[in-house]
């Protein structure tokens, strides 16, 4: 079965345009691309294609942009592409069984984290949040659950101390579309035995929140340098000073025995801004005060002096 497949890909936001990109680049045709429908984005509300759409388009796939998956018009139209396989990467919505196993090797879909841990919308943030050591992608076949399917391909990759849940986006979502190529022909060899995932041993990683980001400076340094990581770039950890907002990036955890009350501004100079916590100290090396870009603490401190000995609360 060395013939090249019949693909229909799914997906539509930047994690997914590697793995397009990768099938692009294989052996395999790429019949049709199904994204969601343009938004409105910015300041103007113009509308705006989505990434995976962008790339489609420069390679003059025919792209579909439906408002509802779950009718027989739409089923209708992905038969007429007579697709061996659909692959899904971050499409953005539960697919109905009916379009699942229409191809003949149904339907498989690259997830951001080595399963069964962290099912759900936000598993690279999550795993982040959560102090995880590594992460990774896997190939599994869709069922009709939330990334219950059986697992197909794993594979892991080291989380440093200064990845945040940006950069892994970036590193994971390629290693997505390099392991997707692989699994593809894999199974095409019939060498790619499908493994069931262990409920017992699954976590959940549901959406993120704006709130989520409000620290609370008594919790230790460790947890909140991980939860600042896995809200960055969205929504973004946050702490008011003298009622105006910040925003925290770039955390470092800094040992020493506090005496100062929990969010105290111990310090702030080139090096970043000094934090108590209820374990150890935070330094911050980039913030966004309210109103403003993010940028470095040393820039930040040329325009705005920052109270020393006050409370982030």
């Not at 709130?211 to 809200?231: K, N, P, S």
Request: net charge neutral; aromatic share 6%.
């Amino acid at each position: 079965m060395n013939h090249p497949l019949r693909i229909i890909f799914m997906g539509t936001p930047d994690f997914a345009v590697p793995a397009l990109q990768a099938l692009l680049d294989s052996p395999d045709q790429v019949v049709a691309v199904i994204c969601q429908p343009d938004r409105k984005k910015g300041r103007g509300k113009k509308l705006s294609p989505p990434p995976v759409k962008v790339l489609a388009e420069k390679h003059s796939l025919p792209v579909l942009q439906p408002t509802a998956i779950r009718t027989e018009e739409f089923l209708e139209q992905l038969r007429s592409f007579a697709p061996d396989l659909i692959v899904v990467t971050a499409y953005g919505r539960i697919l109905p069984a009916s379009l699942l196993f229409l191809p003949r090797l149904g339907t498989i879909n690259v997830h951001g984290s080595l399963l069964p841990k962290y099912r759900g919308a936000a598993p690279i943030q999550w795993a982040l949040i959560n102090g995880e050591q590594e992460t990774g992608v896997t190939i599994m076949q869709v069922d009709e659950g939330m990334d219950t399917g059986d697992i197909l391909l794993p594979v892991s990759l080291p989380i440093t101390d200064t990845d945040t849940s940006g950069s892994l986006f970036k590193k994971l979502s390629t290693l997505g579309g390099k392991t997707l190529v692989k699994a593809i022909s894999l199974l095409k060899e019939g060498k790619l035995p499908p493994i069931k995932q262990d409920d017992a041993l699954a976590t959940e990683a549901p959406m993120l929140n704006k709130e989520m980001g409000h620290l609370d400076w008594h919790q230790d340094a460790q947890t909140l340098h991980c939860l600042i990581r896995g809200l960055d770039p969205w929504p973004s950890a946050f702490g008011f000073l003298q009622d105006r907002r910040f925003r925290f990036f770039q955390p470092q955890v800094i040992e020493g025995n506090v005496s100062e009350p929990p969010g105290t501004l111990c310090r702030a100079d080139k090096n970043g801004l000094l934090v108590a916590t209820g374990k150890n100290y935070l330094r911050l090396a980039e913030i966004q005060p309210e109103g403003k870009k993010r940028m470095s603490v040393q820039s930040c401190l040329c325009g705005m002096k920052l109270p020393v000995g006050e409370q982030f609360t």
